[in-house]
């Protein structure tokens, strides 16, 4: 079984910084791409910055330039730096991971269950 947890979430004023973690375990052969997304209220949730395992990174247009993505291979683990915080930032974060269990398994896609950002004007 793989689990995706979620931490660093918080609350925080527009214009500070949090730092997400999200570490995979479990039954783990490789992790190839993971990502965060978010999930506001009344919104769709939305991808917020993925990195291939290589370090490639890709980026939501609002968040680009605030926001980091990054990864330790080791550790199984996708990190989420997040700089000059808008209130608009406020959601649930979501860690997305794709894992194959065995050598010979499917890549399958795992979520997180997810860690609240909330930022105060």
């Known amino acids: 079984q793989v689990q995706l947890v979620e931490s660093g979430g918080g609350l925080v004023q527009a214009g500070g910084s949090l730092r997400l973690s999200c570490a995979a375990s479990?039954?783990?052969?490789?992790?190839?791409?993971m990502a965060w997304y978010r999930q506001a209220p009344g919104k769709q949730r939305e991808l917020v910055a993925l990195?291939?395992?290589?370090?490639?990174?890709s980026y939501a247009d609002s968040m680009k330039g605030r926001f980091t993505i990054s990864r330790d291979n080791a550790k199984n683990t996708v990190y989420l730096q997040m700089n000059s915080l808008k209130p608009e930032d406020t959601a649930v974060y979501y860690c997305?991971?794709?894992?194959?269990?065995?050598?010979?398994?499917?890549?399958?896609?795992?979520w997180g269950q997810g860690t609240q950002v909330t930022v105060s004007s």
């Open positions: 997305n991971a794709g894992v194959r269990v065995t050598e010979t398994a499917s890549m399958n896609n795992h």
């Open positions: 479990g039954s783990i052969f490789s992790v190839s791409i």
């Open positions: 990195i291939s395992r290589g370090g490639a990174s």
